[in-house]
């Protein structure tokens, strides 16, 4: 099935003003920002990565990103030139109380705002459906498509809910006719493969857009227990390629086959994408990756948005020190595997090494 969301890649065709800015050396605005609004969780799946971030899941609950720090971020950055943001770590979004105000803030800002969930605090009332309709998409996260699958995966009882909040998504955005597209995402990894073929059937009868299956990322050193048995996922061919079957012309099933298959090796030495895509953790500190959150923190901080405005830290020399510092790590041994800078960082090792008679096209 062809990912017309270019899920399995990335988009940096369309944004070649700042790519070749970049090759020319200049200082460039981030296009995109995956965002945290908490450290905490209020389930705790199995291959959950916060795991090795410091994520305090029910513990964390009541740590989130501050309310005006946050909503200045989301002015920052619209005023910078950040095209993009995802409400997507590192804890559940839906824990801040103030999420709702900053999708609004930001949309505001002229940023395209997005948000990945669980789904299962998500407002059935006027809060929710004014986000449906600012938002550009929705993402549920859930990789079991029963209640027993539900609490042996996420260990959670909450799989109805969840469940109630993605139906009412797909009502909300019928009735009201808006443009946001709603998914959901799966996690794939051995323990929870025989849920999959079910959960393409599950999102076809509710109703979303598409159903895509990624892999599970893990570092090298085997911090989940996964990164040693990537080579088990080309098994699992057979069972993907019959969820695909389920695709309509309303309703996608993508499989990221290029990280399923590739067993966490990297056709690159560099990572080169910080200039393009940021994190920031749910307390509001900004880094270059989301596995800084909790490994050499304060080496690689960018700077806090508590405390000094977006504009402030992308301006400084610290900022484009640590970049600095993260072109030099070994990635091969430093970074987790199929990363989400993964695909950028392809074309970017790419573009920077220009070829030999290079007018030969």
């Not at 998914?183 to 849920?195: E, H, K, R, Y």
Request: one cysteine or more; glycine letters at 8%; charged letters at 25%.
């Amino acid at each position: 099935m062809k990912d017309t969301y270019r899920m399995g890649s990335h988009k940096l065709y369309w944004h070649l003003d700042r790519v070749n800015a970049w090759l020319d050396g200049k200082r460039i605005t981030p296009i995109h920002i995956d965002v945290g609004l908490s450290k905490g969780c209020n389930i705790h799946c199995e291959y959950c990565y916060g795991t090795l971030q410091g994520n305090k899941y029910n513990q964390g609950a009541e740590q989130y990103f501050p309310r005006e720090a946050l909503l200045n971020y989301m002015r920052s950055a619209g005023e910078c030139g950040v095209r993009s943001m995802g409400f997507i770590g590192e804890g559940e979004p839906l824990l801040n109380p103030h999420i709702y105000d900053a999708i609004e803030e930001g949309t505001k800002a002229g940023i395209d705002i997005a948000l990945a969930t669980n789904g299962v605090l998500f407002d059935l009332e006027e809060k929710g459906a004014k986000a449906l309709s600012s938002l550009k998409w929705i993402r549920f996260n859930l990789s079991a498509a029963s209640e027993e699958g539900y609490q042996r995966v996420h260990n959670s009882p909450m799989f109805n809910r969840m469940i109630d909040s993605m139906k009412h998504c797909v009502r909300t955005k019928k009735e009201n006719k808006l443009s946001v597209t709603i998914g959901i995402q799966m996690v794939l990894t051995p323990t929870n493969v025989d849920q999959v073929i079910a959960l393409a059937e599950l999102g076809r009868a509710i109703g979303v857009d598409y159903f895509v299956v990624k892999q599970c990322s893990d570092t090298v050193d085997n911090g989940l227990g996964i990164y040693k048995q990537l080579g088990k996922y080309a098994s699992f061919e057979s069972v993907l390629k019959e969820a695909e079957s389920k695709s309509t012309d309303a309703y996608k099933v993508i499989i990221k086959w290029a990280h399923i298959t590739n067993e966490g090796k990297r056709n690159y030495d560099t990572c080169f994408a910080p200039p393009f895509l940021l994190y920031s953790s749910g307390t509001g500190r900004l880094y270059p990756c989301g596995v800084f959150f909790d490994f050499k923190e304060e080496e690689f901080r960018m700077g806090d948005l508590t405390t000094q405005s977006f504009k402030e830290i992308i301006e400084s020399d610290r900022y484009w020190e640590v970049v600095d510092k993260v072109s030099k790590l070994d990635v091969h041994k430093v970074c987790y595997s199929n990363c989400r800078s993964h695909a950028i960082n392809d074309f970017l090792w790419m573009v920077s090494r220009k070829p030999e008679h290079v007018n030969f096209v």
